[in-house]
């Protein structure tokens, strides 16, 4: 098995951090995981990417054509969409992006993560929504190993966890 | 053995760097290896009980004179740093080598010259292999692939340097650094540096006759003598430090050959022209200096692809190692562009 991914959005819309708690539920299940960052010199507004590959032996940590593209604003999408798998899924969040993709794609979703964000009551967590909707394609990675990294990477800040989990089941149960 | 944990390169290799008796980081920040100087500050303060002292110099010119002087005194030091910061240290670098001082340098390369960029790149390999700084002189210089290897090697650089009294360098790059992945943590080891008592200046000289160090000559003759002394410490090194591994070389009708963190791409790469039924193996040195010639012993008539992050610098070494240059090609990328395993793909159908 080798699943490659790619994530991509602005500085501070916590997009590493949804890929960091996929990596980790990734482990869990036994694979090998790599997590590649990459962003500019700035320290806020800068582009945030990362490449994850999810694999049975060790591999590239960088990536030939993404699986699953989950793209946050729309200079992501002219910059990466060129590395979409055209077999695989382009998720798009729709609250931010108008323009319509132009590299082949067997399934395009697009999904309102700040809208949803929002109705459950705070943008910070457009990101948590994100990673319960790619979940929905990566069959290999159980739903409740995910919460619980979730409910990890907030303990220090206890309050935010039921927000956060809600979050999550919002996109894992949202249908674009 | 340690701990396993999915770890950042720099982190993994700072906790590695402690756990093999570095106490003493002297650094001065640059990405994209300033998680390592973080590293140590966060552990000088959280964990007082290890000892750990972190300075920052106020360039790197000095933090690799700290090094001089503190590896000179029988304690094990080391900095982190990048391109421009490596540069700096470069006097320092060829003075520690003629006066035979264990350093350990990591060095994290991004895409030059100059300020260059921050992202991941190779166009630092001359600079390591060759010496770097003035006169005749050589680093022991190794090339990790993956965290855990990354990891393993800085705390065997420290045995390296110490053995034969000479720096090594662990060349990493913004890839590796930036890289997350599952890693076994190396176990503590022996936290005094093995070699000689003759390496600790502290001691006094009470029944003993003073070590001087020193790399001023006295004239040719003596000046010769010495230099050919510290050839024959290279010659050792290049004797036994010898390092790489192959993959599928035995049915092969094309060879890659590429190193650090990059090599996985190729690795990829490697995997899809063979799913393709192309006759593909590869030749991943370790050592960049000594750089392992013999893989290419016996490989006669094969074609060989070089792939690196620079303008073309380990070709040159490739080169030397085989029968007929002519059957060397070259592919690179500037920047701090990296090239996809498919891309190299594409590379290796031009061969076919």
Known sequence: ?176 | MGERVFMQGNEAMAESAIRAGCKLFFGYPITPSSEVPEYYAKVMRERPEENIMFIQGETETSVFNMIAGAVAAGHRAMTATSGPGFSLGQEAMSYMSAASLPAVIVEVMRPGPADGEILAAQGDYFQATRGGGHGDYNNLVLAPYSVQELCELMQESFDLAEKYHNPVVLLSDAMLAKLRESVELPGYVENEPKPEEKWRTLTGADGRDPHIITTCGRGAIQWERFNLDLQEKFRKIAENEVRYETYNLEDADIVLVAFGCFSRVCISAMKMAREEGMKVGMIRPISLWPFPEEAFRGLDGKKFLVCELNAGQMVQDVKLSVDNKNDVTFYGRLGGQVPTPKEILGEIRKLR
């Open chain 1, 1 to 176: 098995m080798k699943l490659e991914l790619l994530f991509s959005g602005i500085g501070g819309q916590g997009v590493m951090r949804l890929g960091e708690i996929l990596c980790d539920a990734a482990i869990k299940a036994g694979y090998l995981v790599t997590f590649s960052p990459f962003y500019g010199q700035e320290k806020r507004g800068g582009r945030t990417m990362c490449n994850i590959v999810i694999s049975d032996e060790m591999e590239s940590p960088i990536i030939s054509e993404a699986q699953v593209m989950l793209i946050f604003d729309e200079r992501s999408l002219t910059e990466y969409e060129h590395l979409l798998d055209p077999a695989g899924t382009l998720i798009l969040n729709s609250s931010m992006i108008e323009k319509e993709p132009t590299a082949p794609c067997a399934q395009i979703d697009k999904v309102p993560f700040y809208d949803l964000a929002q109705k459950i009551g705070n943008t910070k967590t457009a990101n948590m929504i994100a990673l319960g909707y790619v979940l929905k394609y990566l069959p290999a990675i159980d739903y409740g190993v995910v919460e619980e990294e979730v409910k990890k990477t907030f303990a220090a800040k206890a309050k935010l966890i039921p927000l956060n989990v809600e979050a999550l089941h919002t996109g894992y149960t949202y249908r674009a």
